[in-house]
Each structure stands twice: as C-alpha cells, then as structure tokens.
C-alpha cells in the first residue's frame, strides 16, 4: 500500500494520478478535497496532530510525504511527525518532498528548514528517497507585475526550474523504485530570471522583463505595500538562492529515475496553456 500525504495539493492529484491503479491511500486534513479515484482509500490526516498518523501510516509499504505549511523552523517539526509516525508504522519507503539547494547555510528560508527536515528523515533510520526539487518553472508565473516586470535581488545567476509536471513523475517513479537517497530533479537547462521573462515574452507575445535589484531595494518596495517581514525574507530569498547558484546545477537524476527528459519551459506551456491564464490576468488592466 502506498500512502500519499497532502492529497489535495496539486503535485499530489498528479502524483495519485499517475500510480492510479496501484494500491493507494490518500492523506488529507480535508478529505472532502481529495480525487476520488478508484480503490484509492481516504484518510483523514495532519502533520500537526500526530494521533491521527498512526492510523495513516499503518499497514503503508510507501509513503510520499509532502512537505506541508507552516513558518520555516516550525514546518521541519510537522515534517518529524510523519517521519516518526512512518518509523513507529515501520514503513519500508519513505519518498520525501524536499527542494534544491537544501543546507544549514542556504539563503532562502525554506531550504534551510528542508535540510532540517531531511536531518530528521535521516535520524529515523527509515529507508528513503529525498527528492530536491529545483524551483517550479510555475512560480515565475505569479511573480510578474500589471507592467509586466519581475523583480527582485537574483542577479543574473540561473537555475536549472523544473515543471510543477515534471516533480509529480519524479514522486511516482521515485514510490515505484527502491530507496535511492538524495536526488537533485532539475529541469533540462539553466536559465536566469531575465532568461525566463524573455522565454515567457516569446511565448505569450507579452512584453515581460526581469529588473535586478539589490536585497535593501526589494525590501523596501515590498514594505511600501505593507508586505509581512516573513513574507520579504522568503521573496528575498528566493531571488537571493537563484542569484548565488543554489538551484544550479542541471542534474541527471530525473532523467534517470523517469527515463524520460525533463520538460522545457515551452514544452511544458504547450502542455498545459492554461497556466498562462495567470500571466494574462495579472496583465489585463
Ligand atoms: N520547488 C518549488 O518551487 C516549490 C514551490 C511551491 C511549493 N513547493 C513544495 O512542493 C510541495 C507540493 O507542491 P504543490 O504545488 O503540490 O503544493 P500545494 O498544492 O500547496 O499542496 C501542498 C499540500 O500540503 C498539504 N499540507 C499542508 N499542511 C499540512 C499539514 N499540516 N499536514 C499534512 N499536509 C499538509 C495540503 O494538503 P491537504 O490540505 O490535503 O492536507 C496541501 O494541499 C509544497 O507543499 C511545497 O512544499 C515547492
């Protein structure tokens, strides 16, 4: 049996999706939200209420955990709970959800909290697969203005994105093979923020473009719109991973895992238009 946590999250659907027809159990805080699939079971389950895990992650062979919400720090201690709970279930597989450039020293919030996190994955003993996946291609949709202009402290380093697609095959290929350890899935080619806004302007026929600015820069303008200290540390931070490299370089582990190519940006567009409804929204005056 394999178990899917957060399953009305949309690397989740997927990821259900693609192991549709294997014997699943599907985790949610709101089970009302979750697919029905055939024979899928449904449990209802939270990172933060560890008495209600025991009963998910029993009788489990696999379990896919994704990375849930909460605060960086607080969030790696919900991520303990389920590998606690995985360990007490004796899971054989635990699949966990991390992101690139995870370390003690990394500059945006979440992947230092994910490296604490793969630390508490590590101390259970528990056999797993962490998959550190590059930044989704789908977070630079939401990121443009009404001029369309992105900007922010990310230099002109690039990163190797990855569809949102592409990180739900890597989870099902990942639950159907044996424990591999810490794998980097990345998309197939490094791109700068400025190259992404070019590639997107091509796409859409937009003009979209990326402005640099320095970390006090976007600090202040966010803080003129009254933007959440937390909330500028992580919009800071993730400029600042991609401007320093930490989602370089392109790595072959999806390749091998999947035995596919990763998507591009324009393959996984022509795949799924409907995410430039984003884009075109926040450019309608
Ligand atoms: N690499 C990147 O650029 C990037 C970008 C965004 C997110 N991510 C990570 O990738 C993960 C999957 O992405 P996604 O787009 O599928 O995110 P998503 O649609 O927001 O789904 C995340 C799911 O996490 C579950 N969750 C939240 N709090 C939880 C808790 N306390 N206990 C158990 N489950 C909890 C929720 O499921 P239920 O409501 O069903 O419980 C939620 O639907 C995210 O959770 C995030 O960690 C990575």
Request: glycine share 10%; charged share 20%.
């Amino acid at each position: 049996m394999i178990l899917i946590t957060g399953a009305s999250g949309r690397v989740a659907r997927r990821t259900a999706a693609l192991l549709a027809g294997r014997p699943l159990r599907l985790m949610s805080r709101d089970p009302d939200d979750v697919p029905r699939l055939e024979d899928a079971q449904i449990v209802r389950g939270d990172f933060n209420d560890p008495t209600t895990l025991d009963a998910a992650f029993a009788g489990i062979a696999t379990a896919f955990v994704i990375s849930g919400q909460a605060p960086p720090g607080k969030r790696a201690l919900l991520h303990k709970n389920a590998f606690e709970a995985a360990a007490r279930a004796r899971v054989q597989h635990v699949v966990y959800l991390s992101l690139k450039g995870s370390g003690p020293n990394a500059l945006y919030p979440y992947c230092r909290d994910h490296y604490s996190s793969e630390q508490f994955l590590a101390q259970t003993g528990v056999a797993h697969t962490v998959l550190r996946m590059a930044f989704y291609l789908d977070m630079f949709l939401g990121k443009f203005d009404q001029l369309g202009v992105i900007q922010g402290p990310g230099g002109d380093g690039s990163g190797a994105f990855i569809s949102r697609e592409d990180a739900a095959q890597a989870a099902a290929a990942a639950v159907a093979n044996l424990p591999g350890g810490i794998l980097d899935i990345t998309g197939p080619e490094l791109l700068s923020v400025a190259d992404v806004a070019h590639r997107l302007s091509v796409a859409t026929g937009r003009v979209l473009h990326y402005r640099a600015e320095s970390a006090e820069q976007t600090r202040r303008r966010l803080s003129q719109t009254g933007t959440p200290e937390l909330a500028q540390d992580l919009e800071v931070g993730w400029f600042q991973t991609i401007g320093a490299g930490e989602q370089a370089p392109v790595a072959n582990d999806y390749r091998r895992l999947t035995g596919k190519d990763p998507q591009t940006l324009e393959s996984y567009l022509t795949a799924f238009p409907k995410l430039l409804d984003i884009l075109h929204k926040a450019q309608t005056p």
